[in-house]
């Protein structure tokens, strides 16, 4: 039911209105009247009428003042204004505030019901108007989500009709995508940035197109976003051009699977994992499952990858010289995990017998002889895990200890002790307990409770720690802590 209001200083004017319109005819409710100015904008800001009925002259504002205010504050509000005075000025005013009915006292009850009923006219069209403008904009946002879909499934073949349906592609600067393992409650507001969700079966997409490059303010903002939702996502790198929309949907999706695998929470970056240089095209799907089955000593997913490629291989109808093709470079690529491991060992003692490959003549047999092959890389990989392994995290402990006011990163902590970084942060997590990020959170953090009960100020302790945000700092440390730095440091000062 629609809610009217009516404003008039002469109480026979508002006893009248109230008593001889049908108002429940017209599905109206007349839930309030005043007979001045003030009170008047009071009720309508209160009970947000649509439609509104008001004398000219009132005392404390009067009628043409009062539209004023409330077609700003509300703008779907409908005005019947009457008045003593048919003063063109008035009529003029009253027009271009955009008033339904004019009506020159005395009025009538049959104007009155005119005006009403030209109000509604107008209230009807305007309701079908917005629910056709939304199930437009409905529309348009289903076509945009697809085309989205399709643009980080296949790529630039795609772009031309996304930037159809995209109505800022001029604004465009660069994109991100970030993958998450469940669907996000809410997510965060950045300024510059437009946000498309997408469902793509089990995964939930969130593709981030920014407006202004580089996106310093759009990270921070993610992180203490990060920070305050448990929920797990991984993001790809940000691509000044659409073109590499999928790569970064691929990274997104590699670096949710490595948090799942590392049984994480909150935001892993793809830049964590395999450092600033770009893989994207490095691997294809199966070399990425290969890989991650044998850094993590994972006979199970390995076996899982080489079904999954025999049958690739299957349907691609691959000939027998692509196929051999394509076999050995996931042996390859194997080795390639070995050198990760070991960067001394010489891989020439490791010959491929590509003469084997060769002489086969199934698919059946090619796919017995890649089993074999690297099942052998893993047993190797498994042999040597221990040596590797202790050596590695005891050195990575001493760098962290010396190193840790300063940025480290995942890739040059890996490389000071001479490992892969996704195969370091495996080991360092099994060795730990925890992630290294977390390691050097926690130590950062121990650290600066010492700082800070030998009396260093906060900001001070802040830097010395590796955290050039003091608020990022703060946030960290109630965090662990339980209370802030400042709070921290006056507890132990008073003792």
Do not use: C
């Amino acid at each position: 039911m629609l809610k009217a209001v009516a404003f008039d200083d002469e109480k026979i004017v508002l006893l009248a209105l109230q008593s001889v319109i049908e108002w429940e005819n017209y599905g109206i409710e007349l839930v309030g009247t005043a007979d001045n100015g003030v009170d008047a904008i009071q009720m309508v800001r209160d009970l947000n009428p649509d439609i509104v009925l008001t004398d000219i002259r009132m005392p404390g504002m009067d009628g043409l003042e009062l539209i004023e205010v409330i077609s700003m504050e509300s703008p779907a509000t409908k005005f019947i204004v009457f008045s003593g005075f048919n003063e063109f000025e008035y009529v003029r005013r009253a027009i271009g505030l955009g008033v339904v009915d004019y009506l020159e006292k005395p009025v009538t009850v049959n104007k009155i019901r005119s005006a009403i009923e030209k109000t509604i006219r107008q209230i009807v069209h305007q309701l079908e108007v917005n629910a056709m403008k939304s199930k437009l904009e409905e529309n348009h946002k289903d076509l945009l989500e697809k085309a989205t879909q399709d643009l980080l499934l296949n790529g630039e073949s795609m772009l031309e009709k996304w930037a159809g349906l995209y109505r800022q592609e001029d604004r465009i600067q660069a994109i991100t995508v970030l993958a998450f393992s469940d669907k996000p409650d809410k997510l965060f507001e950045v300024a510059l940035s437009d946000m498309i969700r997408i469902k793509n079966g089990a995964e939930h997409l969130v593709v981030m197109i920014h407006y202004e490059f580089p996106m310093e303010s759009i990270w921070e903002t993610l992180f203490e976003w990060s920070n305050e939702n448990t929920i797990l996502f991984g993001s790809g790198r940000t691509y000044g051009s659409l073109v590499d929309a999928p790569r970064s949907y691929r990274e997104a999706l590699r670096a949710l699977r490595y948090g799942r695998f590392m049984k994480e929470n909150g935001w892993i970056r793809i830049q964590d994992i395999e450092g600033n240089v770009d893989f994207a095209n490095a691997l294809n799907r199966h070399e990425e499952a290969v890989v991650l089955s044998l850094r993590t000593l994972d006979k199970e997913a390995l076996d899982k990858a080489l079904v999954s490629f025999e049958k690739w291989v299957e349907t691609q109808k691959l000939d027998p010289e692509k196929a051999e093709h394509e076999i050995l470079k996931l042996v390859y690529r194997g080795l390639e995990v070995v050198k990760d491991v070991d960067q001394e060992i010489q891989l020439s003692g490791m010959i491929i017998p590509h003469h084997e490959l060769s002489g086969m003549q199934t698919r059946e047999e090619m796919m017995v002889w890649l089993q074999g092959r690297l099942e052998l890389i893993m047993n190797w990989l498994r042999a040597n895990h221990d040596s590797n392994k202790n050596a590695a995290i005891k050195k990575a402990l001493v760098y962290l200890d010396a190193n840790y006011g300063n940025d480290v990163y995942l890739q040059e902590l890996a490389e000071y002790v001479g490992l892969n970084p996704t195969y370091f942060s495996l080991l360092f997590r099994e060795e730990m307990g925890i992630t290294y990020i977390k390691y050097l959170t926690n130590l950062r953090i121990e650290h600066a409770k010492t700082m800070l009960r030998e009396g260093l100020r906060v900001n001070e302790v802040s830097g010395k720690v590796g955290y050039l945000n003091n608020r990022h700092f703060n946030e960290i440390f109630k965090k662990q802590v339980g209370m802030t730095p400042g709070q921290y440091k006056d507890k132990h000062s008073s003792q």
